[in-house]
């Protein structure tokens, strides 16, 4: 069964440095989250694609955040530089279209720790 | 603004017993519904959504549009039921997704 594919798995980082985070959705799947789940929260979505196209990044620290998916395949996350407050669960969803209740299905997620 | 509520974060039944986790959701339209789940060490995934009207490993969830609720529901709970749960939402004809902030549910034998 496909599944969508994170990594790395973990990531410590002191502050001020750049980390990135990259994902590989479901085959096919034309439609791209990442989410930001910080300890005892729900997921926040960061940011949203349609393809190669952000649909979605109203809640993107776009100071220090940026993500791409070039081909409308695979996709990165990056922070330049992380701050302490970076420090979360970012999980990565895809799924077959973004509107109309389509279900995500979600990757492992990268535990990030920034010291 | 679309919001999901979800009251309890810890909610402990005894094996056996029902099962009842809250979800309210503020949206001017009609959106769509889900629950997720998230089991030890699993990645978080679907347990049901509203539109298929279906029932999974015993569990239902009834649209209460005058409520703005979204109830997860089982008659009788069991100890695999133990999870992280998840409502969500999206609005009609929108991209925008919102979860809950989660409800971890604890079945004791």
């Known amino acids: 069964e496909a599944e969508v594919a994170q990594s790395p798995r973990y990531k410590i980082t002191e502050k001020s440095q750049a980390v990135a985070f990259w994902c590989d959705p479901i085959s096919g799947h034309a439609t791209l989250y990442w989410y930001r789940q910080i300890l005892g929260q729900g997921p926040e979505l960061l940011v949203q694609?349609?393809?190669?196209?952000?649909?979605?990044d109203s809640q993107l620290p776009k100071d220090r955040f940026s993500a791409e998916r070039l081909k409308g395949v695979d996709s990165t996350l990056k922070i330049q530089p992380a701050e302490l407050g970076d420090s979360a669960m970012y999980l990565c969803a895809s799924s077959l279209s973004g509107s109309g209740g389509y279900t995500q299905y979600f990757g492992p997620g990268t535990r990030l720790t920034v010291l | 603004a679309q919001r999901v509520t979800q009251p309890e974060k810890l909610l402990s039944v005894f094996k056996g017993a029902p099962v009842e986790l809250k979800c309210n959701y503020s949206y001017s339209g009609s959106p769509e519904l889900f629950w997720y789940v998230q089991y030890s060490r699993q990645r978080l995934q679907l347990l049901l959504r509203h539109i298929s009207r279906e029932s999974i490993k015993g569990f239902t969830a009834d649209l209460n549009k005058g409520e703005t609720s979204f109830h997860l529901k089982k008659p009788f709970a069991q100890e695999e039921d133990s999870a992280m749960y998840y409502c969500?939402?999206?609005?009609?004809?929108?991209?925008?997704?919102?979860f809950g902030t989660g409800t971890r549910l604890k079945v004791l034998a």
């Open positions: 694609f349609q393809d190669e196209s952000v649909v979605d």
């Open positions: 969500a939402s999206q609005g009609a004809g929108t991209y925008k997704y919102i």
